[in-house]
């Protein structure tokens, strides 16, 4: 039997060698890696997915006082399928979304794309506007309603001065909730005005310099150029915004009084989970109001994300 050459052996030896070296190096890498993201990760499980966990659990039993509580299994969902209450805050937060989502973005992008213009002074109506997002949602809700007070308020002040005898703002069912939204929109615009800055700053000039010698006009080029581009940005948005308004509850909170009539046409689906979990100490049940808002979010999230295949542009 002929003999293999010695230097073939060598070659295999060495081939053997580098690639234990490589596996050796590449677990070590693997071991660093997620020894630098445990922190966040230990972090997400305790603050976010072990929440999730308990209140999944925790929707199907009843609380008794002392913090005790007993497996009731479906009873709490079948509650949710008889509970009128759970019905009319879907129906405030469904109108609250309608209005504050598309109009917030619609505004936003207004915004953002004025303000990216060379105009004076655009540092500083840019810092203005972003003002309220770093403003302590309680603060914006008191200020918003000493602005609506009927008796004193700034709105009625003005409207008298034209002869109208101004409404009750926050406390007339028919249009409190309404005055919650305008607080929504305008205390929203500064945070997606500057999501969509980033986005017009990263659309290349040289689409607009083309528009521009084939002579088109500044709507045709916001619709045509503008729009397209951004709108995986507007996608973006369109999600955190849907999200963030099934969520409301501070401005409710704030602003419309514990006994005041308006409370049953503005109080949302949080608001319903805060009164059950923290006054009416039925966390049971208000646990299972968690489970279903977590379940309509992802729906309408899964459906935003199908749809988005139809309209946003990523080239």
Not at 116 to 132: A, C, E, H, M
Request: proline share 4%; aromatic share 16%.
């Amino acid at each position: 039997m002929k003999e293999l050459p010695l230097n073939v052996e060598v070659k295999t030896d060495n081939k053997i060698k580098v690639s234990t070296f490589a596996k050796t190096r590449k677990r070590s890498d693997y071991f660093w890696a997620y020894l630098m993201i445990a922190p966040t990760m230990l972090g997400l499980f305790i603050f976010y997915l072990w929440p999730i966990i308990q209140t999944f659990y925790f929707s199907f039993t009843e609380w008794g006082a002392f913090g005790q509580f007993e497996w009731t299994g479906l009873d709490n969902y079948k509650r949710l399928l008889e509970d009128t209450n759970l019905l009319k805050s879907f129906k405030n937060t469904g109108i609250y979304i309608i209005f504050t989502v598309p109009i917030g973005i619609f505004l936003s992008i207004l915004v953002a794309v004025l303000l990216n213009q060379n105009i004076k002074g655009k540092s500083v109506y840019r810092t203005l506007y972003f003002l309220p997002v770093i403003t302590m949602p309680a603060a914006i809700a008191m200020v918003w309603k000493w602005l609506y007070n009927s008796d004193y308020g700034l709105l009625n002040y003005l409207l008298s001065l034209i002869g109208i005898n101004g409404p009750q703002w926050v406390s007339d069912p028919k249009i409190a909730l309404y005055s919650i939204i305008v607080v929504a929109i305008w205390s929203g615009i500064g945070y997606n005005m500057v999501i969509f800055l980033s986005g017009l700053q990263g659309i290349p000039k040289t689409y607009y310099e083309a528009a521009e010698i084939d002579g088109a006009s500044p709507i045709r080029v916001f619709f045509k150029i503008t729009l397209p581009l951004l709108s995986p940005i507007i996608f973006f948005v369109s999600i955190m915004s849907f999200i963030g308004a099934f969520q409301v509850f501070d401005l409710i909170f704030m602003m419309i009084g514990k006994s005041s009539t308006a409370l049953e046409n503005t109080q949302s689906i949080v608001y319903l989970f805060y009164q059950h979990a923290f006054v009416l100490n039925d966390k049971g049940y208000a646990a299972a109001i968690a489970v279903l808002l977590l379940i309509v979010i992802l729906i309408i999230t899964a459906i935003q994300m199908v749809l988005q295949k139809k309209w946003v542009h990523y080239d």
